[in-house]
């Protein structure tokens, strides 16, 4: 794959024929717009260890793609869409792809501050720990503590975090410190097939397996004190924590289904793609609709999924800590999504157009004086949640101007993989991880040994370098870092 450096951290494949096998006959595509890689020599290289450059180079061959597509910094392989790619395509005759989007649809992070500082919990902090490992159901397969009917789970795909506020799992200011206020409007919760509401129904309130987790963090490093002020971070030491989860086998089983509807679409509008993962359809379809009308079910499964795992993170404190402990309280960040498709609006070639924008293992970073934006932030910018590994540091971020230039307002969701799950497994001991981690004063609590090797610290990217190269471009600003001191695990 031929790339040209054309800016600092910034490369280029400019558009070209590419030749695919479709149907067992070799066929032509022509790339659209130009691939934008964001990175230094040393992430690029790591890069191009996989078929990340080639995924996102067929999607610059889809219809109504515009300006530009783009894989990030913490960009790796995925399923049609790399992992941590960035396409906006015309809003009513550019393609739609679930592939896009992914299967865990609204996989998110949220952090959540405290008063607490290091010194103060850490003779509870195994305690603590507990607290949140006994109360919130991890792992493959797991089931919420949460029993609801059907009617019930209606309501949280249709109306997501305001369900939670209603029925007292959430507070008023949750809400807006919500992306979308923790809730996608054009949810219709009778379009999600019974099958899928089955795999998530007993699921709502529980982390999950693989690279989800519950993080109690310590604040490291404040790199603009002002702004960290206004996010709720006051200083050194003091206690965060993060979450990372998403819409659960509901989720996945959507995307399931709408790759095979939209694969079988495709001859009915005479869509040709260069890979079959890449399944689309044009937007206007009855299809591409009644999937944008499922993905925000599961997007709003996925914001209460997070918001209930946090009112039980808030009971672990005050049952730790006690109820009328001065600092038990825990307010929330803010909470955004990183497998997502919404339309927008954007510049391209100086002129305003609206843009369906898949982000998959991408964060929205929208800069200060955005219309979206909660009146808090609106004067800083949209606070970005960039997590790393189990044994690195967190940062929290503001969104900058470049972003809605660059990257359609967006930026790195992690310090993505560098190595399969299967050749993690193979070359790091799920024991020896937790005690290294352990001697470095950070407590890891697992369903699964194996879990703890498929996310050792050493199968991922360097996070400081990948956050780096986004501050460098100007995509987003470094708020504050912070460092795990506590690890819940599927």
């Not at 797991?142 to 975090?161: A, C, F, P, T, W």
């Not at 097939?193 to 007993?202: D, L, M, N, P, T």
């Not at 934006?373 to 101007?401: D, F, H, R, W």
């Amino acid at each position: 794959m031929n790339v040209n450096k054309i800016g600092e951290n910034i490369y280029e494949i400019t558009p070209k024929t590419l030749m695919a096998r479709v149907f067992g006959k070799i066929e032509s595509f022509e790339m659209k717009v130009p691939v934008h890689i964001y990175a230094n020599e040393d992430i690029l290289s790591k890069i191009q260890e996989d078929r990340t450059l080639e995924q996102i180079s067929n999607v610059a061959c889809l219809e109504g793609v515009e300006k530009h597509v783009i894989a990030l910094s913490d960009a790796h392989q995925g399923y049609g869409f790399c992992i941590g790619a960035v396409a906006g395509t015309e809003a009513e005759h550019g393609m739609i792809s679930p592939g896009g989007v992914g299967y865990d649809i609204n996989c998110g992070v949220r952090l959540l501050s405290t008063n607490f500082r290091y010194n103060k919990i850490q003779k509870k902090l195994p305690s603590l720990l507990n607290h949140i490992f006994n109360r919130i159901p991890s792992g493959l397969g797991s089931k919420g503590r949460l029993k609801i009917n059907y009617n019930q789970l209606d309501n949280v795909l249709d109306y997501g975090v305001e369900w939670a506020l209603e029925n007292d799992f959430a507070k008023e200011n949750d809400l807006n410190k919500c992306e979308e206020n923790g809730r996608l409007n054009n949810a219709d919760s009778n379009l999600v097939s019974k099958k899928a509401k089955q795999r998530g129904i007993r699921q709502l309130g529980s982390l999950g397996s693989g690279n989800h987790f519950i993080e109690i963090q310590k604040v490291d490093k404040i790199y603009n004190s002002e702004i960290a002020k206004r996010l709720g971070i006051f200083e050194k030491d003091q206690i965060s924590v993060m979450i990372h989860t998403g819409s659960r086998a509901l989720g996945h089983q959507i995307c399931t289904e709408s790759i095979r509807k939209f694969e079988k679409a495709m001859k009915k509008y005479e869509v040709m793609i260069p890979d079959r993962e890449l399944s689309c359809v044009p937007a206007h379809t009855m299809e591409a609709r009644e999937y944008l009308k499922q993905m925000a079910c599961a997007a709003n499964f996925g914001f209460c999924n997070r918001q209930l795992i946090t009112f039980w993170i808030r009971e672990s404190f005050r049952e730790v800590f006690g109820r009328n402990h001065e600092n038990s309280d825990l307010s929330l960040v803010y909470d955004l999504c990183h497998n997502i498709l919404k339309q927008e609006e954007h510049l391209v070639e100086g002129k305003k157009k609206n843009l369906n924008i898949h982000r998959k293992g991408a964060t929205r970073a929208f800069p200060s004086n955005h219309p979206v934006l909660p009146q808090e932030y609106m004067k800083i910018g949209q606070p970005v949640l960039i997590p790393g590994t189990m044994g690195s540091a967190s940062y929290l971020c503001v969104g900058k101007e470049n972003a809605m230039n660059l990257t359609f307002g967006s930026t790195v969701h992690g310090s993505g993989r560098v190595m399969s799950r299967s050749r993690a497994k193979s070359t790091y001991w799920g024991e020896d991880v937790k005690n290294h981690l352990k001697k470095r004063g950070i407590l890891v609590k697992a369903r699964s040994q194996k879990v703890i090797a498929e996310e050792a610290p050493g199968a991922y990217k360097d996070i400081n370098q990948v956050v780096q190269i986004n501050e460098d471009l100007n995509i987003i600003e470094k708020i504050a870092r912070m460092i795990p001191i506590g690890v819940v695990k599927g």
